[in-house]
C-alpha cells in the first residue's frame, strides 16, 4: 500500500546529540517536505525538495539540514540538538495533492 | 507574500447542524485548493480538493470555491462530535511549481 512513514514517532534527547528524523514515501512522489508545527500553532514549512539532490529551505528558519539522494527518502538532520528544538516535525509528499505521514514528536531536554 | 486566511475560532456548533468554514487567499493566479482535517497531536489529513470554481461534494462535505471572490469554504452537514478538530485550508499558486500556502486553522468545536 502506498505510504509516508516518519520514525521515529517519538524522541527525548538530551542537548547537544546530533539526530536524524527519517521519512520515506512509497508513492513515487518528486515533491516532498519538511514541517515544524508546535501544539495549537500553524505550520511551518522548514524544508522542501523537487526531487532527487534537491534541497531547499522554506519560509521558516531551521537549523536542520536535509537530504534527497533517492525519490522516496527524505531525512532531516541535527546536528546539535537543544530544547529550542523541541516540536513536532511533519514530513509531506505530493503529485498535486499532498499527504501527511504521522509525524515525530521530539523533545530536546 | 501570498496569504491564506482563516478565522481561527473556536467555532462551536450542535450536533447534528451544519458547519460552515471559510477561507480566503491573496494570490488571484492560485489554481488548486485543498481542506485538511487535523486532529489534536495528530498530522493533517487531506479530506477535500477543489480545482474549479462551483461546489464538490463528497458525502457530508461541500466544498465551494469562488475565484473571483478569492473564497474557499467547506461545509460539513450534519456535524458529529469526531468532526472535533481543527480545518486547514491550504492553495497551490499558479504555475507549474509552488508549495501549499496554509492557512492558520479554524477549530471546530461539535457539542453532543
Known amino acids: 500500500e502506498a505510504d509516508i512513514y516518519q520514525t521515529p514517532r517519538y524522541l527525548v534527547i538530551g542537548t547537544g546529540k546530533k539526530i536524524t528524523l527519517e521519512c520515506s514515501q512509497t508513492m513515487g512522489h518528486d515533491k516532498m517536505y519538511w514541517y515544524q508545527q508546535d501544539p495549537g500553532m500553524e505550520l511551518h514549512l522548514i524544508h522542501y525538495s523537487y526531487g532527487v539532490n534537491s534541497t531547499e529551505k522554506g519560509d521558516l528558519s531551521s537549523e536542520s539540514t536535509v537530504s534527497r539522494i533517492r525519490t522516496e527518502h527524505f531525512p532531516l538532520t541535527l546536528e546539535s540538538a537543544r530544547p529550542s528544538h523541541t516540536s513536532q516535525y511533519l514530513c509531506a509528499s505530493s503529485l498535486t495533492e499532498q499527504f501527511f505521514g504521522p509525524g515525530t514528536r521530539l523533545t530536546v531536554l | 507574500q501570498k496569504e491564506v486566511e482563516q478565522n481561527s475560532g473556536p467555532l462551536s456548533v450542535p450536533e447534528g447542524a451544519i458547519a460552515s468554514l471559510n477561507c480566503t487567499y491573496s494570490?488571484?493566479?492560485?489554481?488548486?485548493f485543498f481542506w485538511y482535517r487535523q486532529y489534536s497531536g495528530k498530522s493533517p489529513e487531506l479530506i477535500m480538493s477543489?480545482?474549479?470554481?462551483g461546489d464538490k461534494e463528497d458525502g457530508r462535505f461541500t466544498a465551494q470555491l469562488n475565484k473571483a471572490s478569492q473564497y474557499v469554504s467547506l461545509l460539513i452537514r450534519d456535524s458529529q462530535p469526531s468532526d472535533s478538530a481543527t480545518y486547514l485550508c491550504a492553495v497551490l499558486g499558479g504555475g507549474s511549481q509552488g508549495n501549499l500556502i496554509f492557512g492558520k486553522g479554524t477549530k471546530l468545536s461539535v457539542k453532543p
Open positions: 477543489i480545482y474549479s470554481n
Open positions: 494570490d488571484r493566479g492560485s489554481q488548486s
